[in-house]
């Protein structure tokens, strides 16, 4: 069949820390050109959505409207404002993160907030950590913005939002609400945006454990490319295989696909 629409993820797919991934733009040049709908679904909090569309145009040659960028700090602001709990947050995170909970009108506790909220933050510090964790003992709702244990950067795989949300599960005994890939909140909202059935669309990433776990669990098919986290010696011991696995984007067949 051909795919109505694709959610797509960006780090190891479309680029890799810094470094390009050709293949990776000319795939969304392409969906532009066909004028086939696609929601970039990113678990990266670091950055605002506006800060990502700059990114992308900046340094990956790609232009893309705001509309088809939706991240996990957007999604985690959605799950906030439905659980209703209080305007109050202390968040472990960069600007992307923590810009986009205050305008959405929480403000800053770090004494008895409502949410702790925990994403990428590569200035983590000790006493960070430690009011996350008295926060959470003390009732707030701890919520991960994702669980990925490992980003893809030009580097190497380096510690990921999941590693810190592993840390203060065993420091407070609590289980986090994970928002991102490959939970349900945030690929159900990609899907409204996105606009079709989730049986039209496709989500294409590298990562098995966030990318195509996120499709499998949520009923969506699944394209793996293995330019990131997944490598292609992996995939066949992958407990369920992804519907297609590419080595490129370039590989990928729209005509029949």
Do not use: C
Request: charged share 25%.
């Amino acid at each position: 069949m051909k795919y109505k629409g694709y959610l797509i993820d960006l780090d190891g797919t479309i680029y890799k820390g810094k470094e390009r991934i050709p293949a990776g733009e000319a795939f969304i040049r392409e969906l532009q050109r066909r004028d086939i709908p696609y929601v970039l679904v990113t678990n990266n909090t670091t950055r605002t959505p506006e800060m990502v569309q700059t990114m992308l145009s900046e340094s990956f040659h790609i232009e893309t409207g705001l509309e088809t960028i939706y991240t996990a700090t957007l999604a985690t602001i959605d799950y906030m404002k439905d659980m209703n709990r209080g305007n109050t947050a202390y968040v472990i995170g960069e600007t992307g993160l923590k810009t986009a909970v205050a305008e959405a009108g929480f403000r800053e506790d770090k004494e008895a907030p409502a949410y702790v909220v925990v994403g990428l933050d590569t200035d983590l510090t000790y006493e960070k950590l430690a009011t996350a964790t008295l926060a959470i003992q003390r009732g707030a709702v701890f919520i991960g913005t994702n669980p990925d244990l490992n980003i893809p950067t030009e580097r190497g795989l380096m510690p990921g939002a999941g590693s810190i949300l592993a840390l203060l599960e065993k420091a407070t005994r609590v289980q986090p609400v994970i928002i991102g890939k490959p939970e349900a909140v945030i690929m159900n909202k990609a899907l409204d945006r996105l606009g079709v059935r989730r049986s039209q669309a496709i989500m294409v990433g590298d990562n098995y454990l966030t990318d195509i776990t996120a499709g499998i669990k949520n009923d969506i098919p699944t394209l793996l490319v293995t330019t990131g986290f997944t490598k292609a010696e992996e995939v066949a011991s992958l407990p369920i295989q992804p519907d297609y696995v590419l080595a490129s984007l370039s590989e990928w067949n729209f005509d029949e696909n």
